[in-house]
Nanobody, 122 residues
C-alpha cells in the first residue's frame, strides 16, 4: 500500500521542541526526495524542509537554524526536529513524498500524509 503516515505533533510552549516522524512505504521513499510542508489557517501551504535521497537538505528561511530534517533509509523514515518553536510555527505539518528537485528548486511531490497538528502556545 502506498502511503505516508505522520506522527509526533502536539501542543508545545514557545521555545520548546518537537520531533515529527513520517513512515513511508518503500515505493514512495526509495530514491526519492522527501520533505515537510506546513499550512497555517488562512495561509498558503509552504515548504518547510526537504531532503534528497543523497542527504542534501533545503530549508525555508523562517526555520533555518531551528529545524533539522533527516532520513533513515533503512527504515523508510523521515524526521523533522523542531527547536526554538514560536507561535508562528503553529500549523498542520504534512509529509510529502517524491518531491521533484530541478535546478535547485523544490516542487511538491505526488504523495501526502494526513497531516499532524503542531500548536505553539503558552
Amino acid at each position: 500500500q502506498v502511503q505516508l503516515v505522520e506522527s509526533g505533533g502536539g501542543l508545545v510552549q514557545p521555545g520548546g521542541s518537537l520531533t515529527l516522524s513520517c513512515a513511508a512505504s518503500g515505493s514512495i521513499f526509495s530514491g526519492s526526495a522527501m520533505g515537510w510542508y506546513r499550512q497555517a489557517p488562512g495561509k498558503q501551504r509552504e515548504l518547510v524542509a526537504a531532503i534528497t535521497s543523497g542527504g542534501r537538505t533545503n530549508y525555508a528561511d523562517s526555520v533555518k537554524g531551528r529545524f533539522a530534517i533527516s532520513r533513515d533509509n533503512a527504515k523508510n523514515m523521515v524526521y523533522l526536529q523542531m527547536n526554538s518553536l514560536n507561535p508562528e510555527d503553529t500549523a498542520v505539518y504534512y509529509c510529502n513524498g517524491k518531491i521533484r528537485v530541478t535546478s535547485g528548486r523544490y516542487y511538491e511531490g505526488a504523495y501526502w500524509g494526513q497531516g499532524t497538528q503542531v500548536t505553539v502556545s503558552s
